[in-house]
T-cell receptor, first 117, second 110 residues
Framework: DARVTQTPRHKVTEMGQEVTMRCQPI?????VFWYRQTMMQGLELLAY????????DSGMPKDRFSAEMPDATLATLKIQPSEPRDSAVYFC???????????????FGAGSRLTVL | RKEVEQDPGPFNVPEGATVAFNCTYS??????FFWYRQDCRKEPKLLMS???SGNEDGRFTAQLNRASQYISLLIRDSKLSDSATYLC???????????FGGGTRLMVKP
């Protein structure tokens, strides 16, 4: 089965450190999403790429978060500097979307569990 | 008010029971609807899409009421393996973004 691959699976770091999470979407998928999940907030959309172009990152704290897609096989989410409130599971998901209101079936990666001390 | 709202539960039911979850959404322009399932410490996975006419997949039935802006999921003859969190998902806002509800936790007991 095709899968979305995320690294690292677990990361423990200290406040102020830079964290980079990586995602390899499924080959042929044209849409990549970054979500963050916490017990309190549930799944929150951070950023969204279509054909590698950023379409929406309004859910992302701009001062410390950045998301890029340098090529079709790699999406990155960077936090600099990290804070304890960033502790969460970060999911990458990819999908194939047609048109403005095409079906949106996403395949999620296993997630990156981040703990900021 | 959240865009997609669900009762967080947990719903504790015995094996074999029928259980139903509802979900409401606020954006009347929403076009696509889904139920995802998330097991503990795992990623969400698509359970089923929800069509306007309603649809069934084995023991699972999904329905959509556009006038009242709610979606339902019915699970018949529940199994222990159905224990999970069920996420209501809505799309069709600007740019095809998926918006997730907070999830409803189901626990099926022997």
């Amino acid at each position: 089965d095709a899968r979305v691959t995320q690294t690292p699976r677990h990361k423990v770091t200290e406040m102020g450190q830079e964290v980079t999470m990586r995602c390899q979407p499924i080959l042929g998928h044209n849409t990549v999403f970054w979500y963050r999940q916490t017990m309190m907030q549930g799944l929150e959309l951070l950023a969204y790429f279509r054909n590698r172009a950023p379409l929406d990152d309004s859910g992302m704290p701009k001062d410390r978060f950045s998301a890029e897609m340098p090529d079709a096989t790699l999406a990155t989410l960077k936090i600099q500097p990290s804070e304890p409130r960033d502790s969460a599971v970060y999911f990458c998901a990819s999908g194939l979307v047609y048109g403005l209101f095409g079906a949106n079936v996403l395949t999620f990666g296993a997630g990156s569990r981040l703990t900021v001390l | 008010r959240k865009e997609v709202e669900q009762d967080p539960g947990p719903f504790n039911v015995p094996e074999g029971a029928t259980v139903a979850f509802n979900c409401t959404y606020s954006n009347s322009a929403s076009q696509s609807f889904f139920w995802y399932r998330q097991d503990c410490r795992k990623e969400p996975k698509l359970l089923m899409s929800v069509y306007s006419s309603g649809n069934e997949d084995g023991r699972f039935t999904a329905q959509l009421n556009r006038a009242s802006q709610y979606i339902s999921l019915l699970i018949r003859d529940s199994k222990l393996s159905d224990s999970a969190t069920y996420l209501c998902v809505v799309s069709g806002n600007a740019g095809n973004m998926l918006t997730f509800g907070g999830g409803t936790r189901l626990m099926v007991k022997p």
